[in-house]
């Protein structure tokens, strides 16, 4: 069976803000003039936790003390493929390092961002902690 | 350069934002514990448009209801509280009442027919933001309305775990139902069972190549245990390996150049390498013992098998150059049919519990074992190409068939005529 013709549809037209409101991530670059607010602003709450939730999964710890933290840094294109992974800070331990950089390398790709985040990709800073 | 701060609680975690203003948004998060929760989606039937034949709409809202009823990332909401939702026409309003019955998303869209073809337009909203999460219009012959809610349902699962669902894989599997052992393959959910071989000799252990090209299987087509390479597509049939002695229990490399399978040309039963092209063979393991049943890692580095080198059937691992080998099954007696999941991490296998065989999984890193106990005998298991899934064959009804435990836990009986085992699961063709 012959795969199915399929199109984005025409990219939905963000729908103008409430009194109050605000367009979230959107206003990084083309649209500034939005004030950024309290956090039902943010529109991408459920792809930031959908992120965190498919590291998490692929995370496997080592045994380090409490208060281990490392600095991972990526950035996550319009189809959720992962580049520029790099290791921002290390927590001094070699170990937890790798353990937090190879937890992207399994969560690689990520879901593709939001079709109404307009910007062609999105830099995360993620700190890995024990 | 102005820095935003913004912080949102999700269920356990306290995520804290910072946003700046560059040329594409950089934000900081804090993670601290690991978990994969559901999202919890209202998936009303697509408003079928006039003129649309009701069984092509029936077809296709029928295929997207068991797919997403299966489907690994998403919880679909109970259908019964969707009569509490009153219409309203401020989207804000109506985002919210859907929300207070318990759902993160809401999919809606339109079935019809246009002309000779089937179109049908999905939406996603998130119904925090009010934001889409997905919109695609999908367009196919009228006839093809599964296909599309399979590739709808596969989209869907995407815009949660960044890979397409299995709804468009198949399973092909060994199966007697015509008098003889013949090759056979079938889509995920058990439907449009086809026969590939019709060769009145015995099939055997069947592997896919990655692409879905190709299945490598055992045949005593010319007599003696032999390894054929079939195209399906094709109906093109190659002998690829038959010096002798027996062939089996093949595995293709993730780049489809290789096949690994157990041979006892020089006598004892050990592991070689072939290119999918033939040609001479390598021997990988040398050990007194029997060594069977390659299984290729996904990052192709490495090669699961099973051997009784310590005395009972366990599984090791070694690298693709049949070095440093070590051993990854513990806590049982046996424990042979390894298959990776494409994550590289975990690995199903058969194992003996309590006098019946069971299917088990290994975690490759910690050798953490878990057995899923189930009625009968459960063996020869294989993980759906997205690792939600596993398929295996069961003898809980009398004779074995070939069941799937979807990511619910909840087992799919996919065939019922003859004998069915050995299944081997691959996604989409490319």
């Given at each position: 069976m012959a795969a199915p013709e399929q199109e984005e549809t025409p990219r939905p037209t963000p729908v103008p803000a409430p009194a109050g409101g605000g367009a979230g991530l959107s206003v990084g670059g083309d649209n500034g003039k939005q004030i950024p607010g309290i956090?039902?602003?943010?529109?991408?709450?459920?792809?930031?936790?959908?992120?965190?939730?498919?590291?998490?999964?692929r995370w496997y710890k080592p045994a380090v003390p409490a208060g281990t933290k490392a600095l991972v840094r990526f950035t996550i294109d319009r189809e959720g493929r992962l580049s520029r992974i790099e290791l921002e800070s290390s927590s001094g331990n070699s170990s937890f390092d790798r353990a937090a950089l190879r937890a992207m390398y399994g969560a690689n790709p990520l879901p593709p961002l939001p079709p109404a985040y307009a910007k062609p990709s999105l830099t995360v800073h993620l700190t890995f902690s024990e | 350069m102005k820095a935003r701060v913004f912080f949102i609680t999700a269920a356990a975690l306290l995520v804290g934002l910072v946003v700046s203003a560059q040329q594409d948004d950089d934000i900081y998060i804090t993670i601290t514990q690991p978990g994969l929760r559901r999202v919890s989606v209202a998936a009303p039937p697509l408003m079928v448009l006039p003129g649309t034949p009701a069984d092509v709409a029936h077809d296709f809202q029928e295929?997207?209801?068991?797919?997403?009823?299966?489907?690994?990332?998403?919880?679909?909401?109970?259908?019964?509280l969707y009569s509490l939702v009153e219409d309203d026409p401020r989207p804000e309003v109506l985002n919210e009442r859907w929300r207070s019955i318990g759902a993160q998303f809401l999919l809606s869209g339109t079935v019809v027919r246009a002309g000779g073809q089937l179109v049908v337009e999905a939406r996603l909203v998130d119904l925090v933001s009010g934001e889409f999460a997905f919109a695609k219009r999908y367009r196919a012959g009228i006839s093809a309305a599964?296909?599309?809610?399979?590739?709808?349902?596969?989209?869907?699962?995407?815009?949660?775990?960044?890979?397409?669902?299995?709804?468009?894989?198949?399973?092909?599997?060994?199966?007697?139902?015509t008098g003889s052992s013949e090759l056979w393959v079938m889509d995920w959910n058990g439907d449009n069972q086809k026969q590939l071989t019709k060769h009145n000799s015995l099939a055997l252990a069947p592997t896919w190549s990655p692409d879905g090209k190709h299945l490598v299987f055992t045949s005593y087509l010319r007599g003696n245990p032999a390894l054929y390479l079939l195209t399906p597509q094709e109906g093109y049939l190659k002998l690829l390996w038959d010096k002798g002695g027996v062939n089996s229990s093949a595995s293709i490399s993730p780049d489809g150049s290789t096949v690994a399978f157990a041979s006892s040309i020089e006598g004892n039963v050990d592991i070689y390498t072939i290119s999918i092209e033939g040609g001479e063979a390598r021997r990988l393991t040398t050990a007194r013992g029997i060594d069977t049943q390659p299984s290729w890692a996904p990052n192709g580095r490495q090669i699961a098998f099973t051997s009784s080198r310590s005395g009972s059937p366990q599984l090791y691992q070694m690298d693709a150059d049949g070095s440093n080998i070590r051993r990854v099954s513990f806590g049982a007696y046996f424990h042979d049919e390894g298959t990776w999941a494409y994550d590289g991490v975990r690995i199903a296998c058969t194992t003996r519990d309590e006098g019946s065989f069971q299917i088990a999984t290994i975690d490759a890193i910690s050798t953490e074992r878990t057995v899923i106990p189930a009625p009968g005998n459960n063996e020869s298991p294989c993980f759906s190409p997205e690792g939600s899934m596993i398929a295996f064959a069961s003898d809980r009804t009398g004779k074995p068939q070939i069941y799937i435990t979807d990511a619910n836990g909840v087992p799919h009986q996919l065939t019922s005529e003859g004998k069915n085992h050995s299944p081997t699961w691959v996604g989409?063709?490319?």
């Open positions: 956090p039902s602003d943010f529109h991408f709450a459920y792809y930031v936790q959908r992120m965190l939730a498919l590291i998490e999964s | 295929t997207l209801d068991a797919d997403l009823a299966a489907a690994a990332p998403i919880a679909i909401l109970e259908r019964r599964p296909t599309v809610a399979h590739t709808l349902a596969n989209d869907l699962v995407k815009v949660f775990t960044g890979r397409q669902g299995p709804f468009l894989s198949r399973i092909a599997f060994i199966s007697d139902r989409q063709s490319q």
